[in-house]
């Protein structure tokens, strides 16, 4: 399968915001309502020079995205914050990874991320699994923090430090 991942463009909101809102249908998946989920924002993110924000497409289709937004204060700017959704049909067929690969590319080549950070419910499973391969690491979970309907989804922290990552890139070719 040919997926192509691009640098998302405002005309692309509104194919991700309908996804976001299908998906977010779903309990336990995103903590918006599809009735939180604004076009306009997702714009926003895409123009802000604090983000980067990624599309995979499929024979001109999105069927993917992901996005890093870093903090605004001078002393949480090398952190960024990670959102990633694989649109519904698409999952478990190597999108998510590839994102996620392409992302973190990204934010090496930033002079300016040195932590990736995010939020994943201890109820997905496969997303988690594929953190962790990805060198993710849990760094806490806040209890009870989603409510769905009538009960709770622990929401988990991870993080992958980018600074760490490329030392021991460096380092095994090194001895190579």
Not at 19 to 27: D, L
Not at 108 to 123: C, D, F, N
Request: glycine fraction near 6%.
């Amino acid at each position: 399968m040919n997926i192509t991942i691009r640098k998302a463009e405002t005309k692309d909101a509104l194919c991700i915001v309908e996804a976001e809102r299908e998906i977010a249908q779903e309990p336990g998946y995103f903590c918006s309502q599809p009735s939180e989920l604004d076009e306009k924002a997702v714009i926003q993110t895409i123009q802000s020079p604090q983000s980067i924000y990624l599309v995979a497409e499929h024979e001109g289709q999105i069927i993917g995205h992901a996005f890093l937004e870093t903090y605004t204060l001078q002393s949480l700017r090398h952190v960024a914050d990670l959102n990633i959704a694989v649109h519904l049909g698409w999952q478990n067929k190597g999108i998510g990874r590839k994102l996620l690969s392409n992302i973190i590319e990204q934010a090496k080549k930033s002079s300016v991320i040195e932590k990736i950070q995010l939020h994943v419910r201890a109820s997905n499973i496969p997303a988690i699994s594929l953190y962790k391969k990805m060198g993710f690491q849990e760094e806490g979970r806040l209890k009870n923090r989603v409510k769905v309907k009538d009960h709770y989804i622990d929401d988990i922290v991870m993080g992958l430090d980018l600074k760490k990552m490329m030392s021991e890139e460096v380092a095994s070719q090194t001895f190579m």
